[in-house]
């Protein structure tokens, strides 16, 4: 991860000033910025029954058995951050729930969350879920690929550097200590590769200490240092992600204390992170994106994307049907 801690030294001296940082300040950002609206498990799930086709009060209620406040106002900060829009089909009866183009373009975030867990949290067990890509009718998996060679990449293969919108912001809201993955809720009412990565990085700080660990940040004073989060919480969080097998802890100097490495999964949960920044880049960053991104391979500079497996190219919510591979009540 050399190349990932050179881009930390840049991160951390260009922004305007050589002022020291305050406490309050955040790296700005795509992902972050995406994972506020995904991180949250209702509106994971909603999102999910929506692709689903589920577009109207009753049916998400009645497919979530989610308390109808609760729904009511995650679906209307899912509108009012132009994810879903509400409105009218001719001839049909009463309000329904649409995916906005952003909305839609959060499948492949969806997508490549799905990849991972197929891959790393199956249990050696057949995916819950098989998609058939319509466009050229095959059984296919998700693969998140360079969107310029469209070939996979590993997390070493990427060099990141500074974009148009690098730097850093205030911080808006603080993340609170509550988990706000619940594993069993994300499960409850559909197996799912997705929720099952959600439960790994679903949480706000556990997202934020991956997050510093790509900007190659291993020890647990910096962590604490650039977060600003309590002690008792970062270890609590720390020891969930060695638990889950992302994190592994390594001795340094002599011995007596350690520093937090990436294991192979946890590398790999950088396409799904690189998924949702490049989504956050589209709809959120004005044009200027806080991050650029080369593919070593290929040597040029790009975006994650994520095609079928098949036919190489990428899948829309619309062209795809779905095999279910455990019983479910429609
Ligand atoms: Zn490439
Ligand atoms: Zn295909």
Redesign the pocket.
Known sequence: MDTLNKVRSVDVATPNTGEARSPLLQRRSSVRRTMEIVLDTWNFLILREAYFGVRRFDKFQQRLGIPRQTLSSRLSSLVANEILSLGKRPKEPGQQYFLTMRGKDLFPTMLSLMEFGDKWLSGGKEPPLQLIHRNCGCECHPVTV?S????P?SAREVAPRDGPGAGYEPVDSRPTSRRSSDATLLERVRPCSVARTLGIIGDRWSFLILREGWYGVRRFEEMRENLGIATNILADRLARLVQADVLRKVPYSSGDRFEYRFTEMGLDLYKPMLVMMAWGDRWLAEGKPPMRLR?K??G?D?SAIVVCSECKKPIAAKDTDYILRYPFDL
């Open positions: 360079c310029e060679c469209l070939e990449f593919h391979v290929c040029q790009f």
